[in-house]
C-alpha cells in the first residue's frame, strides 16, 4: 500500500488567498484525521471523520477553516481566507476503524506570507 | 497546563542507551503510545502500551509505564545514529464516540552523537 498520501507537500500562499490541502487515506480505513503542528502548540487535532462523516470538529481553530469528505478515498482542508498564522504543517492520518494505530501521511507544509 | 509533557532536547553518544520520559495527567487513560517523526516526514508509530501493563519490550526499545505517578519512558538500547528524530509521546482514552483520540506531547528532538 503507498500509505496516507497528502497533496501538496509545500505551500507558499500569500494572505488572504484560498488554500486547500488534500489527502487520500489507505484503502480500506475507514476513520481520517487532520492535525496541525506548529512550534508553539505542537500537534493538535483538528477534526476526524469516520465513515465519512465529521464526528468532532471542536479543533477546528475558526470559521475559515474548513473540511470535507466526499467519499472514503479522499479528504480537503480548506483555509479561507488564509493567515500568516496559519503556517504551519498539516498532516492528515487514517485508521481503520477508529480505534486502531493511526497512520500518518507526511504531511503539507504551509506558509503564508 | 499540558495533558502530556515531555522534555525537549536529549543528546546520547552513539551505542549507549537512550532514555525519553514523559508524563500524562489522565488517570483515565487507556493507551499510551510512542511516535517517532524523522525529519520532513510523518509521525511513525513505533511501540505502544495499554494502561494495565507496567512494561513492554519490542527489540531494542522498552516502555515502562508506571500508572501511580502517571509516568511513561521509552528506552532505546544501543542508540544508532539513524534513531535522531522527534519522539513523541501521546495518550488516548476510552471513546464512546467513534475513534480514539489522541493527546500528544511537544516531542522529544533525539540527537545521536558518534
Known amino acids: 500500500d503507498a500509505g496516507v498520501i497528502q497533496s501538496p507537500r509545500h505551500e507558499v500562499t500569500e494572505m488572504g488567498q484560498e488554500v486547500t490541502l488534500r489527502c487520500k487515506p489507505i484503502?480500506?480505513?475507514?476513520?481520517l484525521f487532520w492535525y496541525r503542528q506548529t512550534m508553539m502548540r505542537g500537534l493538535e487535532l483538528l477534526i476526524y471523520f469516520n465513515n465519512n462523516v465529521p464526528i468532532d470538529d471542536s479543533g477546528m481553530p475558526e470559521d475559515r477553516f474548513s473540511a470535507k469528505m466526499p467519499n472514503a478515498s479522499f479528504s480537503t482542508l480548506k483555509i479561507q481566507p488564509s493567515e500568516p498564522r496559519d503556517s504551519a504543517v498539516y498532516f492528515c492520518?487514517?485508521?481503520?476503524?477508529?480505534?486502531?494505530?493511526?497512520?500518518f501521511g507526511p504531511g503539507t507544509r504551509l506558509t503564508v506570507t | 497546563g499540558e495533558d502530556v509533557e515531555q522534555s525537549l532536547f536529549l543528546s546520547v553518544r552513539e551505542g549507549d542507551s537512550s532514555v525519553i520520559n514523559c508524563t500524562y495527567t489522565?488517570?483515565?487513560?487507556?493507551?499510551l503510545y510512542w511516535y517517532k517523526q524523522e525529519p520532513g516526514a510523518g509521525l511513525q508509530l513505533l511501540t505502544y502500551?495499554?494502561?494495565?501493563?507496567d512494561m513492554k519490550q519490542d527489540q531494542r526499545l522498552t516502555v515502562l509505564l508506571n500508572k501511580k505517578d502517571k509516568h511513561l519512558s521509552l528506552r532505546i538500547a544501543d542508540t544508532q545514529t539513524g534513531d535522531s528524530a522527534i519522539y513523541f509521546c501521546a495518550e488516548s482514552k476510552n471513546s464512546s464516540g467513534s475513534a480514539r483520540q489522541l493527546t500528544f506531547g511537544s516531542g522529544t528532538q533525539l540527537t545521536v552523537l558518534p
Open positions: 492520518a487514517s485508521s481503520r476503524t477508529g480505534f486502531d494505530e493511526q497512520y
Open positions: 484503502s480500506g480505513h475507514n476513520s
Open positions: 502500551i495499554f494502561s494495565n501493563m
Open positions: 489522565d488517570s483515565s487513560s487507556t493507551y
